[in-house]
């Protein structure tokens, strides 16, 4: 038996007895790499980007969302940080006017319209998310005019409809 066909009968023999090793990558399922992950999600950072960092795919951490309800918990608690984290960066956003002008080669000191357009492209995009991922605290507020505050609460309207005759109306039917 050469040293090619003893390789092949002990790969076969691992992988068909009882003891046969999981295949695919370990599990580093740990509770430093979940608490790290969390940390950056609240701090604003992509569930996706995390998942770079911790070296996973996101198949994984869903995976494990899926399987473990205080691991949910902790992501979920996360993802409410993360949407005050990107209120608070509007503010930051909106207020740095640091990039918003540049002095160009005549001296002039001239508006950097992409900069200002890509800022408020920013603002935008964390205004949406934070107002989907929590409606009640960053969406827009319809207003119904139910003075009590219960927005669940039906507003009843009522509406009149009155005849008004007009004055050549009038004066062709007092002429009949």
Not at 18 to 35: N, Q, S, V, W
Not at 108 to 125: M, P, T, Y
């Amino acid at each position: 038996m050469n040293e090619r066909e003893f390789l092949r009968l002990a790969e076969v023999t691992a992988s068909a007895g009882p003891a046969a090793k999981k295949r695919g990558a370990p599990t580093i399922k740990t509770p430093e790499l979940l608490d790290a992950i969390c940390a950056g999600i609240s701090l604003g950072k992509s569930a996706r980007t995390m998942c770079i960092e911790a070296g996973i795919s996101q198949r994984v951490l869903w995976n494990w969302l899926a399987s473990d309800a205080e691991l949910m918990r902790q992501y979920l608690r996360a993802k409410e940080l993360c949407i005050d984290a990107y209120a608070e960066e509007i503010i930051e956003i909106s207020d740095d006017g640091s990039k918003d002008t540049y002095t160009d080669e005549k001296g002039r000191e001239v508006i950097d319209r992409e900069v200002i357009a890509r800022s408020q492209l920013r603002i935008d995009a964390r205004k949406w998310y934070a107002s989907r991922l929590a409606p009640k605290k960053y969406g827009d507020k319809l207003l119904n005019g139910n003075d009590s505050g219960d927005i669940g609460k039906s507003v009843v309207h009522r509406v009149e409809v009155a005849f008004v005759a007009t004055a050549a109306a009038d004066a062709g039917a007092a002429t009949k």
